[in-house]
């Protein structure tokens, strides 16, 4: 039988992060991962470290973001460290574009309202006189943009590289194609049954995305967790136009462009749709006329993995202490924290006062959805 | 530009067309593709790669692998094996990538 000190639930981009916070602190980890047949989450990121708007009635989650975006420098510069590989990390801001007084409207009542909820919020809503200075690319059916300096973004494949390649480095085990198939509390420690072996931890990490509900009914909880379909649109590379992330289009620093932003929910499926793809590129020519001719090249579908408010949940399970339940869909936003902050703290065992306000008891009683980004 | 071809037609052409590669008037084979007709002609590379810049030659010959592309009668990025000849075609190197229009000056031009 394989006996870790921990074992991660969850390949992805938030299992993979939180793995090397808690090798960074010289724990014995080993990672199970679904395999590639997984509705990873992961695949459908923007690359975005998002934080303006983010929190939108859940003051401690705009807090949490923020934070994790002034962490953000460290977590790549350990990476690159480990590794060598440059993520590309660009934190000069990020645009929200409006195409409707409407939109426009909503998204400064936002920024407003965490403005006035955390005092120090810096945004500018810009005219499109003005945005037409700063992105002289701009269409002119966008009505007013939101900028927020506090935004930025990396290129996620090299994410998602560097994280494997430093969980190596520092002695992760991670085991492909082993999806979990139950888990029990025996002892102190817990029995995972996966591909036909049985391993043996003490401490447990639940970051499996939609499959946390899954995982936390074999441990006696209910995870309210259920997919928002997002559909991604790649460009051709093409000449470098936009250095500044906005929500919707974004240019990479190998110069293809991501377009997207769309969110339904369709229950488990994560194909394309016809009219969500033209939807999300009539917005982005729209927005930037410049891209009207260009080829696509690629176009999938992912879910996120929403909870009722939005926000992630940070919670040790009540009725199997030493596992610990992690869902969010903000993986890449949220990375720094996951890696610097929550790793440590499952490590030493010190509860992170602030992630009181994230646990499961919040949905008790219903909530309104809040969704960015 | 190197002239001698890598390949051999199977059977003589019968109808010849010419375009105009990178200023050179290439008469080749009527009913092929651009793709076939730049190897044919001894070209050895069509286009740059946009992040290293390193040399690419068509490769798959069916519309996958995109290491042809070629800008076509103005038009960048075009797949070279997916596009066949026509007299006077004017086919360039596609060199790194797509380049968008200049943006007009201010005061420069008009509106659209």
């Known amino acids: 039988m394989h006996k870790s000190k921990t074992v991660v639930v969850g390949g992805g981009l938030l299992g993979m992060t939180i793995a090397y916070g808690l090798a960074l602190k010289g724990q014995q980890v080993c990672v199970l991962d679904e395999g ?26 705009a807090h949490w ?31 929200q574009l409006c195409l409707s007084q409407a939109e426009l409207t909503e998204e400064v009542h936002r920024l407003q309202w965490l403005e006035s909820a955390l005092g120090d ?65 025996f002892g ?32 006696g909880h209910d995870v309210p967790v259920a997919p928002s379909r997002g559909q991604i649109l790649i460009t051709e590379r093409i000449e470098p136009f936009l250095d500044i992330p906005t929500s919707t289009v974004r240019q990479t620093d190998e110069g293809t462009v991501q377009l ?28 930037f006329p410049c891209l009207a001719n260009v080829n696509l090249v690629r176009a999938w579908g992912a879910l996120r993995v929403m909870t009722p408010d939005g926000g992630p949940i940070y919670q040790e399970l009540s009725h199997a202490p030493g596992a610990h339940l992690v869902s969010c869909h903000s993986g890449v936003t949220l990375a720094a924290m996951h890696a610097l902050r929550l790793a440590p703290s499952i490590a030493t065992g010190t509860a992170l006062p602030e992630l009181a306000s994230f646990g499961l008891g919040r949905f008790s009683a219903n909530a309104e959805v809040h969704h960015a980004h | 530009m190197p002239t001698e071809s890598l390949f051999t037609p199977l059977a003589k052409a019968q109808s010849w067309v010419t375009i105009d590669y990178e200023g050179h008037q290439l008469k080749v084979p009527q009913g092929v593709s651009i793709a076939a007709a730049l190897l044919a002609s001894g070209v050895r590379h069509s286009r740059t790669t946009p992040v290293q810049g390193a040399n690419r030659a068509p490769f798959c010959m069916m519309g996958v692998c995109f290491e042809c592309l070629v800008e076509v009668d103005g038009v960048p990025n075009r797949q070279g094996c997916m596009t066949l000849v026509s007299d006077g075609l004017r086919v360039r190197r596609q060199l790194g990538a797509r380049k968008l229009a200049p943006l007009c000056a201010e005061g420069d031009c008009d509106e659209n």
């Open chain 1, 36 to 61: 590639d047949s997984a509705f990873r989450a992961s695949r459908g990121n923007f690359g975005l470290i998002w934080v303006q708007s983010k929190g939108y009635g859940m003051t401690p989650y």
């Open chain 1, 65 to 95: 973001t923020r934070q994790a975006a002034a962490l953000w420098p460290e977590l790549a510069g350990k990476l690159l460290a480990d590794t060598g590989i440059n993520v590309h990390l660009r934190q000069n801001g990020g645009y």
């Open chain 1, 121 to 185: 919020y810096p945004f500018e809503v810009l005219e499109p006189n003005e945005l037409q200075k700063r992105l002289p690319r701009i269409g002119p059916d966008v009505v007013g943009a939101c900028f927020s300096p506090m935004d930025g973004h990396v290129n996620p494949l090299k994410l998602f590289s560097a994280l494997h390649h430093a969980c190596q480095a520092r002695g992760v085990h991670v085991l492909h194609n082993y999806a979990v198939d139950g888990i029990e509390a």
């Open chain 1, 188 to 219: 102190n420690d817990f029995l995972i049954t996966s591909n036909a072996r049985e391993l043996r931890c003490e401490q447990l990490i639940l970051a499996a995305g939609l499959g946390n509900k899954t995982l936390g009914a074999h441990l």
């Open chain 1, 260 to 287: 997207g932003d769309s969110a339904e929910s369709v229950g488990f499926d994560d194909r394309t749709s016809t009219a969500v793809i033209a939807d999300i590129a009539d917005r982005a020519v729209r927005s």
